[in-house]
């Protein structure tokens, strides 16, 4: 049956398509970070402690594509890890670039409704659970290669926390 999309489902799609940009961000973030340290500390692609923050800076400019095929390059990071990010990457040009194109049409459907809010809620989760990965292997990186302890880095992060909060 079609029908408009009403208020509270289309107030649902905004809310859903904006968690799903915003946990791609972090996603995004962390392999960033990861790929720098990734780098430092198998000395590769020029990136050294000294340069680490300006590189970061230029890598962050990058797309999740072009983080993954960096990543690759290294030959450093685990195949399965390689192929959950281009699997990510994937649902990622829908979301981005190809939902409202290819999709839209889905909306006027209860059907169509539910399979793209699906899509759209599968993808928050995958960004959650890879997000988790990165942060995961980036903390095994930097404490096992003796570059911070776990102590130090979560009280660097509740220090951000209650920066942004106003209670620095």
């Known amino acids: 049956m079609r029908r408009e999309i009403n208020a509270e489902e289309l107030e649902f799609f905004y809310r859903a398509t904006g968690e799903a940009i915003w946990h791609l961000q972090y996603v995004e973030e962390a392999l960033c970070k990861f790929y720098i340290m990734c780098c430092v500390h198998f000395k590769c692609d020029g990136i050294t402690r000294v340069n680490a923050e300006e590189m970061l800076a230029k890598v962050s400019k990058k797309t999740l594509g072009q983080l993954i095929g960096l990543l690759e390059n290294t030959g450093r990071v685990h195949e399965v890890m390689l192929s959950d990010l281009k699997e990510f990457n994937s649902l990622r040009k829908w979301v981005v670039h190809n939902s409202m194109r290819e999709n839209s049409e889905d909306l006027y459907t209860d059907q169509g ?20 990965g990165i942060s995961d292997s980036l903390m095994n990186l930097v404490t096992t290669t003796g570059y911070a302890t776990e102590e130090q880095i ?7 926390i209650n920066r942004r909060k106003g209670n620095a």
């Open 154 to 160: 979560m009280k660097t992060a509740y220090s951000e």
């Open 113 to 132: 409704r539910e399979l793209f809010a699906h899509k759209m809620l599968n993808f928050t989760d995958m960004a959650i659970s890879i997000h988790k």
